[in-house]
């Protein structure tokens, strides 16, 4: 059974910065795509950033030039570096994996939370 688990939220300021883990049970390139959403009180869950098995990267334009995803392979461990914060950016995120047969795989979710 595939597990995703994240680590790294926390309360953070305006402006601030903050880091996201997402450690895989799986080798990465047993991923087409991992990603991250997140799911702010109220609303749809959103992608915000995906990394392809061969290291191509989108974003959410809401977090263009701001967030960073990238990924460790001999750790099997995706992250998410976020920088200028915002309120608005405050939402609980999840670690996402999609194999090869398209079948999606979770994390249980990391609050972010940006207030002064």
């Known amino acids: 059974q595939v597990q995703l688990v994240e680590s790294g939220g926390d309360l953070v300021q305006p402006g601030g910065s903050l880091r996201l883990s997402c450690g895989a049970s799986?080798?990465?390139?047993?991923?087409?795509?991992m990603g991250w959403y997140r799911q702010a009180p109220g609303k749809q869950r959103e992608l915000v950033a995906a990394?392809?098995?061969?290291?191509?990267?989108n974003y959410a334009d809401s977090v263009k030039g701001r967030f960073t995803i990238s990924r460790d392979v001999v750790n099997r461990t995706v992250y998410l570096h976020m920088d200028s914060l915002k309120p608005e950016d405050t939402a609980v995120y999840y670690c996402?994996?999609?194999?090869?047969?398209?079948?999606?795989?979770w994390g249980q979710g990391t609050q972010v939370t940006v207030s002064s």
């Open positions: 996402n994996g999609r194999d090869w047969g398209n079948t999606d795989y």
């Open positions: 799986s080798l990465i390139f047993s991923f087409k795509t």
């Open positions: 990394i392809s098995s061969g290291g191509d990267t």
